[in-house]
């Protein structure tokens, strides 16, 4: 019999705990979160309804992950969205489809989520280990400390999340753990983050609050095109908020360094094409045509006054971008244990021999729409099975 720890209760440390035990049912299996509770982060996705995983193939979940997608094959191989789905619709939690596949549950309460965890855990036999924070490791002892004391262990996994939303308890700390077993963490940095403009049209806050269903936006660095997405966007006083500010902002990590001239090019009305509107235009004024198709009259007023209100300025709306808000408001952190130093069959560290990390704390970063949180089940299953005995 051996005793398996896995510190960080969040989907990723559930998951492994769930999976650990369940194939290894003669092994003690400890669950550590610093927290009150679990999936203090995972509670906030969705906005706040939990958006657990999304309705689309592993293929689909690798091309969403724009750091390091492929290193999910053998992951998702053992658990993808399906398997995801079926594990909670199994346990009676009942689930549905929103746009962009987003899977939630019917319930719209995140809690219901983390119930179902919490139930398997403590069925399984799982002990659970709350208000606990892991302070230092004894490699030489196999021990870690804590605020509770000491616990041993044959092995270790580290599902201790990024270092974005620190007053969920993933706060970045727990990397120091990591190298100081030996790994390297490549640099962090904040994704999937809201936008900021200096542009004087976003300081004067003319466009704050403003919001659009399914814009098509283009990111520009230098002038070449990046990554186009298209998502729901919201113009705040700092800049661009939204699914389609933070999905693009994935792709600008390292954009914003060096004096790149960065701008979003915005389609605010992806589904009609130009030469429909060129001749609508023809025989109607472009504030009736536009309004018609649901664009707001404010944004319609503020380019006018600002610039020319023409097809160009809604179909190309130009914005410059300067920077992000930082790891306080990102969602995701790009950057974690290099995964070089992981097996992606097992997750298991191929530097120390007892040690695997799984979910956010690895070098992989997704998109929003359910991919992280698939990212962290599908990871911390393959961290829990994979463990020999
Ligand atoms: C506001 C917000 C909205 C989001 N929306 C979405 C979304 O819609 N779709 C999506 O896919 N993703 C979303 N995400 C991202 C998603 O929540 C994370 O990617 C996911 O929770 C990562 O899971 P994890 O288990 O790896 O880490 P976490 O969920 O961060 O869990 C790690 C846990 O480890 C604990 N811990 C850390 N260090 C220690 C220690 N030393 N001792 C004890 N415990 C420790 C922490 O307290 C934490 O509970 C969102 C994130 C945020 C902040």
């Given at each position: 019999m051996k005793q398996i720890l896995i510190i960080g209760g969040g989907p990723a440390g559930c998951m492994a705990a769930i999976a650990c035990k369940k194939h290894n049912p003669t092994n003690t299996v400890i669950l550590i979160e610093?927290?009150?509770?679990?999936g203090e982060k995972l509670r906030l996705t969705g906005g706040g309804r939990c958006n657990l995983t999304a309705n689309v193939s592993a293929e689909e979940i690798i091309k969403h992950t724009?750091?390091?997608?492929?290193?999910l094959f053998s992951s998702l191989n053992n658990m993808d969205p399906h398997a995801i789905m079926r594990f909670f619709t199994e346990r009676k939690l009942k689930l549905k489809e929103e746009d962009h596949q987003r899977i939630f549950p019917t319930s719209d309460k995140a809690e219901d989520v983390v119930n179902v965890l919490e139930n398997e855990l403590k069925q399984l036999g799982v002990q659970v280990q709350l208000s606990t924070l892991v302070s230092a490791i004894d490699a030489k002892k196999k021990q870690v400390k804590t605020n509770k004391g000491s616990f041993s262990f044959d092995h270790l996994i580290f599902a201790t999340g990024g270092a974005t939303y620190p007053q969920t308890g993933?706060?970045?700390?727990s990397f120091e753990l990591l190298k100081q077993c030996g790994h390297t963490i490549t640099p962090l940095q904040p994704s999937e983050v809201p936008l900021v403009s200096n542009a004087s049209i976003i300081q004067a806050k003319e466009l704050q609050g403003l919001s659009f269903k399914d814009v098509s936006m283009s990111a520009y660095v230098n002038d070449k095109k990046i990554i186009q997405v298209t998502h729901d966007l919201l113009f705040t006083h700092f800049g661009l908020s939204g699914p389609a500010a933070l999905q693009t902002s994935s792709y600008l990590n390292?954009?914003?360094?060096?004096g790149n001239k960065v701008y979003v090019s915005i389609?605010?009305?992806?589904?009609?094409k130009r030469e429909k509107l060129e001749a609508q235009l023809k025989s109607k004024l472009i504030e009736d045509v536009l309004q018609a198709y649901g664009i707001p009259k404010r944004l319609l007023q503020v380019l006018k006054t600002r610039a020319s209100l023409d097809i160009i300025s809604i179909k190309q709306f130009k914005l410059e971008l300067h920077g992000t808000r930082g790891f306080?408001?990102?969602f995701v952190t790009n950057g974690g244990v290099s995964l070089k130093e992981i097996d992606p069959k097992t997750m298991r560290s191929k530097l120390v021999p007892w040690l695997s990390v799984c979910g956010e704390a690895l070098d992989i970063n997704s998109l929003t729409g359910g991919y992280n949180m698939t990212v962290a089940f599908s990871s911390g299953y393959t961290a829990g099975l994979m463990f020999e005995n």
């Amino acid at each position: 019999m051996k005793q398996i720890l896995i510190i960080g209760g969040g989907p990723a440390g559930c998951m492994a705990a769930i999976a650990c035990k369940k194939h290894n049912p003669t092994n003690t299996v400890i669950l550590i979160e610093g927290n009150l509770r679990l999936g203090e982060k995972l509670r906030l996705t969705g906005g706040g309804r939990c958006n657990l995983t999304a309705n689309v193939s592993a293929e689909e979940i690798i091309k969403h992950t724009p750091r390091n997608g492929r290193f999910l094959f053998s992951s998702l191989n053992n658990m993808d969205p399906h398997a995801i789905m079926r594990f909670f619709t199994e346990r009676k939690l009942k689930l549905k489809e929103e746009d962009h596949q987003r899977i939630f549950p019917t319930s719209d309460k995140a809690e219901d989520v983390v119930n179902v965890l919490e139930n398997e855990l403590k069925q399984l036999g799982v002990q659970v280990q709350l208000s606990t924070l892991v302070s230092a490791i004894d490699a030489k002892k196999k021990q870690v400390k804590t605020n509770k004391g000491s616990f041993s262990f044959d092995h270790l996994i580290f599902a201790t999340g990024g270092a974005t939303y620190p007053q969920t308890g993933s706060n970045g700390q727990s990397f120091e753990l990591l190298k100081q077993c030996g790994h390297t963490i490549t640099p962090l940095q904040p994704s999937e983050v809201p936008l900021v403009s200096n542009a004087s049209i976003i300081q004067a806050k003319e466009l704050q609050g403003l919001s659009f269903k399914d814009v098509s936006m283009s990111a520009y660095v230098n002038d070449k095109k990046i990554i186009q997405v298209t998502h729901d966007l919201l113009f705040t006083h700092f800049g661009l908020s939204g699914p389609a500010a933070l999905q693009t902002s994935s792709y600008l990590n390292d954009a914003f360094k060096d004096g790149n001239k960065v701008y979003v090019s915005i389609d605010f009305l992806p589904q009609v094409k130009r030469e429909k509107l060129e001749a609508q235009l023809k025989s109607k004024l472009i504030e009736d045509v536009l309004q018609a198709y649901g664009i707001p009259k404010r944004l319609l007023q503020v380019l006018k006054t600002r610039a020319s209100l023409d097809i160009i300025s809604i179909k190309q709306f130009k914005l410059e971008l300067h920077g992000t808000r930082g790891f306080t408001t990102a969602f995701v952190t790009n950057g974690g244990v290099s995964l070089k130093e992981i097996d992606p069959k097992t997750m298991r560290s191929k530097l120390v021999p007892w040690l695997s990390v799984c979910g956010e704390a690895l070098d992989i970063n997704s998109l929003t729409g359910g991919y992280n949180m698939t990212v962290a089940f599908s990871s911390g299953y393959t961290a829990g099975l994979m463990f020999e005995n």
